[in-house]
């Protein structure tokens, strides 16, 4: 028996329902935060956090380029060293921005709504993706952490896989342009405006 406002969250997180709707109002919702956080931005923690946001843009496109969703099991590039890079990547990503407020109040609050969604999606797709390849995703699963990168058991060509067509296919080259648009707007509104 866990807590009962954990496993509320929990249920909420897990509810497909609730999980579509999110899906389909994420464009506005993001451009609603983004709007949000402007006012809050303090000018001297920008680079600071565009720093860390591009880190995990760097992330994300080395998963987009390492990543043949539901075909292979993805094991090279940055999955080699953590089975979830790719929340690892959006997280600094998001973080990035919310750093810029200097608010430890927002950055502790994001990172908590942040590690329920990523537990909770990472818990799908890890029950989708033994389904899918079964006895060689347990393997992968038991050799390669979670969350925490090691570099334990990595081999080094594994570890440099980059594809260009993955990165295209997956469309990790929108994915940065969208990034670069939405930390652009932020500076334009901080340093310009």
Same mark, same amino acid.
């Given at each position: 028996?866990?807590?009962?406002?954990?496993?509320?969250?929990?249920?909420?997180?897990?509810?497909?329902?609730?999980?579509?709707?999110?899906?389909?109002?994420?464009?506005?919702?993001?451009?609603?935060?983004?709007?949000?956080?402007?006012?809050?931005?303090?000018?001297?923690?920008?680079?600071?956090?565009?720093?860390?946001?591009?880190?995990? &843009?760097?992330?994300?496109?080395?998963?987009?380029?390492?990543?043949?969703?539901?075909?292979?099991?993805?094991?090279?590039?940055?999955?080699?060293?953590?089975?979830?890079?790719?929340?690892?990547?959006?997280?600094?990503?998001?973080?990035?921005?919310?750093?810029?407020?200097?608010?430890?109040?927002?950055?502790?609050?994001?990172?908590?709504?942040?590690?329920?969604?990523?537990?909770?999606?990472?818990?799908? &797709? &890890?029950?989708?993706?033994?389904?899918?390849?079964? &006895?060689?995703?347990?393997?992968?699963?038991?050799?390669?952490?979670?969350?925490?990168?090691?570099?334990?058991?990595?081999?080094?060509?594994?570890?440099?896989?980059?594809?260009?067509?993955?990165?295209?296919?997956?469309?990790?080259?929108?994915?940065?342009?969208?990034?670069?648009?939405?930390?652009?707007?932020?500076?334009?509104?901080?340093?310009?405006?």
């Amino acid at each position: 028996m866990g807590f009962p406002l954990v496993d509320s969250i929990d249920r909420l997180c897990s509810n497909a329902s609730v999980r579509r709707h999110l899906h389909a109002l994420r464009f506005p919702l993001a451009a609603l935060c983004l709007a949000l956080v402007i006012p809050w931005i303090k000018p001297e923690w920008f680079l600071p956090g565009l720093v860390v946001a591009a880190a995990g &843009e760097a992330v994300q496109i080395w998963c987009s380029a390492s990543l043949s969703k539901n075909k292979l099991l993805a094991a090279k590039g940055p999955y080699a060293l953590v089975r979830n890079p790719m929340y690892l990547g959006r997280y600094l990503l998001l973080l990035g921005g919310v750093l810029m407020t200097a608010s430890v109040a927002f950055v502790v609050g994001f990172s908590v709504v942040y590690y329920f969604y990523m537990v909770n999606r990472v818990r799908r &797709e &890890e029950a989708n993706l033994t389904a899918i390849f079964g &006895e060689r995703y347990r393997q992968y699963w038991a050799r390669v952490n979670r969350f925490l990168p090691s570099l334990r058991n990595v081999a080094g060509a594994d570890l440099l896989y980059f594809n260009w067509q993955l990165l295209l296919k997956n469309r990790g080259h929108l994915h940065l342009l969208a990034a670069v648009l939405a930390y652009g707007i932020l500076a334009s509104f901080t340093f310009v405006w």
